[in-house]
Structures are given as C-alpha cells and as structure tokens.
C-alpha cells in the first residue's frame, strides 16, 4: 500500500507540476490587446461585419446591439440574425435598427432547414448577407467596449492572423459560479492550451463563441459554417478547421474589452454544460466515462490522500495540491477569482462530473439534444461530427 501511495502520489504530483510549469511559461506569451500598444487606428480597408445570432435574447439584445452601434471603428455593418425567436427579441432588433440606419442589418429566421443547428444556421445566414474581407462571429449577450474592434483589427494586421480569438472578461456575482467557472479554467490548461495555439506545429486550437474574429478568405476556404451544420460545439469547432486548414490562429488576452454573464450561480453553469459535455466527448459513451475517471483521480485523489495515505506517501500528494493552488492564484490574476476557491475544488469536481454524467445520459435517454425549442437526433450529432 505504501508504495502504490508514492507511484500515485508522484505521478500526480508531476502531472500537476507539468501543468503549472507549462502555463507558467506560456500564459505570459499571449497577448493582452488592451494593452496601450494596440491603441491605435488599423490600416485603411478591413471592411468589417459583426454577426450576431439570436434566439430569445430580449432581456439583453438590446443593450448588445447600442454597444456594438457605439464602436469607435468606421468600417462595418451589424448584421443580427432574429433565429425563430419566440418572444420580443425580433421587435427590439427592429426597433434598434430603424435608429441606426445603414449600420445595423436584421436578418429574420422563420424555419430551420432541415440538417442545421439552429445557431450555426444563423451566423451563416447572416455571413452571407456581406462580402466584407472580415467577419466577427459573437453571441447575443456580449458586452463590447468601444475601443474593442480596432484594437483587434490592428493586433490582427500586426500578426497577419486569419483568425483571432479574444477572451471575454466573464461577469461573475455568486460564490457557485466563481467556484464552477475556476475549475474550467483549469480544464483548459489540460484540454486546450491557448499558448500553443499560435503554433502551427501543434493540434491545440481554440474558438469562442463571444469573439471569433476571422478573415472571409480563410472562412470560405474550410466551408463557411456550412461544414459545421451539426456542430453543437460550434465556437471551438471553427476553431479546429481554421487551424487544421494552415491558417494564422491567435488568442488573445482584453481584459473588460468585452464582457458577458454567462450563468447565474452553479446551477447556470450546469445548465449550460449540460448542452455541451457530451458533445465535447464527440458523443462517444466510453470517453464520457472515461473524462470522468480521469477527474476523480486527476482533482480529488490529492484531497484524500493528504490526510489519509500513511506517513510520508503524503508528500507527493502534498505536492500536487501546492501546483494546484498555484493555478488558482495564476486564475485569480486573469479572471479575478480569489485563490481561497482552491478549497472548493473537490464541490466544483464533484459538480463538473455530474455535469458530464448528466448531459451524458439525458442526450441519450432522449436520443439527442433539445436546445431553445429544437430537438436536434444523436445520429444525426454523430453524424456532422467534425
């Protein structure tokens, strides 16, 4: 027993080291586009559109649409995509659009053709409405600051990146979602590091559905959104053709450039998941479980062997809950999320594996997944797999 607690230990211990050496090195490389030296105009050109999918977003669509109205950069159109809604969302867009003139464009969806997620069907839709040389995918909800759009232009230039990804500042109020949403950060140095996505010689990809900003030629040449017509994972799955494609891939740092509330406590955050983890498993069963596994001896094992493996195999554990506590502080300097929540990291595990159990066995006892309405079969997720 001793000596399984040292392999276990050490193992974990060095797997957690690695990650903290690893984001150590490499968070310091991404850059921070609020940063003074992207304060300034880009070059002539860069016609851009701003496409905005929405579906039942009347509490904020509004608020959403005056800021995108107030951006300090001359060159683009907002192009809102009313998807099918079922309250005000259209009558607001309208209402907005007929103070705006030219600068704000509503699309209205009736029906949903048949082999489309809803979502990726609008922003499509509403790509096609402009011919301009770069388009701006975000959500409904997002807040922008009106220096935003210029200094991604001009960071993007600099880079001569095909495709730039801009991390929002996420609006945080309760305990349940600092301590959820922490944990996904963590999540990310293990499955998606940020740092590595510049690099062409790596897998690592990243997209967010708050701000994916990409050039129309890359775009086109993955398939527009029409090659991603039964992505759940949408944002992240453009992420992956665009690098897969060779393009310049960049993330970046903006601190309140944009800002979002993503969920109201740790139910929001669960709800939210509950659409998606499954679908992050490529709706594979076997993979579900398996991240699940993973988890538990991954972010709990440490928890428990500090105090119960016997004498000195409780070092290496030790050890392990130090790196962790070190990404939280490394967290709390970037999403200001105090560094005691390493104390609820098992509650948040705990938390993420029933997410992943729950979203799991619900697309499969329903035999797909419902989102805003729609039912969207599993064999046919399987099918638009990218």
């Known amino acids: 027993m001793i000596l399984f607690h040292w392999l276990a230990g050490s193992v974990l211990a060095l797997i957690w080291l690695s990650r903290v050496w690893d984001s150590a090195r490499g968070i310091p490389t991404i850059a921070d586009i609020s940063q003074a030296e992207w304060d300034r105009k880009p070059g002539p050109g860069n016609r851009l559109a701003i496409v905005v999918p929405a579906c039942n977003e009347q509490e904020s669509i509004e608020q959403a649409l005056r800021r995108l109205l107030a951006l300090d950069y001359d060159n683009y159109q907002v192009i809102a995509v009313n998807d099918r809604s079922t309250d005000r969302t259209g009558e607001i867009m ?32 509403a790509a096609r409405q402009s011919d301009s040389e770069w388009i701006l ?54 499955g998606h590091r940020p740092w590595k996505v510049a690099d062409p010689k790596t897998k690592d990809h990243m997209g967010v559905g708050a701000f994916n900003l990409v050039r129309r030629k890359a775009y086109e040449a993955v398939g527009t959104y029409a090659a991603l017509k039964f992505e759940v994972v949408d944002d992240m799955k453009l992420g992956k053709v665009m690098k897969n494609g060779g393009f310049r891939q960049r993330v970046v740092f903006g601190d309140d450039l944009i800002e979002i509330r993503w969920a ?34 991954l ?57 992943m159990l729950k979203s799991t066995f619900v697309t499969l006892h329903k035999g797909g997944v419902e989102w805003r309405g729609t039912f969207y079969p599993l064999e046919e997720l399987r099918k638009g797999l990218v």
Request: charged residues 20%.
């Open 94 to 125: 309208d209402k907005v659009a007929t103070a705006s003139g030219d600068r704000l464009k509503i699309v209205h969806i009736a029906e949903l053709p048949a082999g489309w997620m809803g979502k990726v069907h609008a922003m499509w839709t």
């Open 137 to 190: 995918f975000t959500d409904a909800d997002v807040m922008f600051r009106p220096d935003c759009l210029r200094r991604a232009i001009t960071y993007a230039e600099a880079e001569r990146a095909d495709h730039v990804v801009l991390f929002p500042r996420i609006i945080m109020k309760r305990v349940g979602e600092k301590m959820m949403i922490a944990f996904f950060q963590l999540l990310f140095v293990f």
């Open 264 to 297: 109201r406590g740790a139910r929001g955050v669960v709800r939210n998941l509950t659409k998606n983890f499954f679908a992050v498993m490529s709706f594979q069963t076997w993979r579900s479980l398996g991240a699940c596994v993973a988890m538990v001896i």
């Open 299 to 355: 972010n709990l094992m440490p928890f428990w062997g500090v105090p119960f493996a016997p004498g000195w195999t409780r070092i290496p554990y030790s050890v392990a809950l130090g790196s962790m506590f070190l990404l939280y502080a490394g967290v709390w300097r970037k999403v200001e999320i105090e560094p005691w929540y390493f104390l609820l990291h098992p509650v948040s595990t705990i938390l993420f594996i029933y997410t």
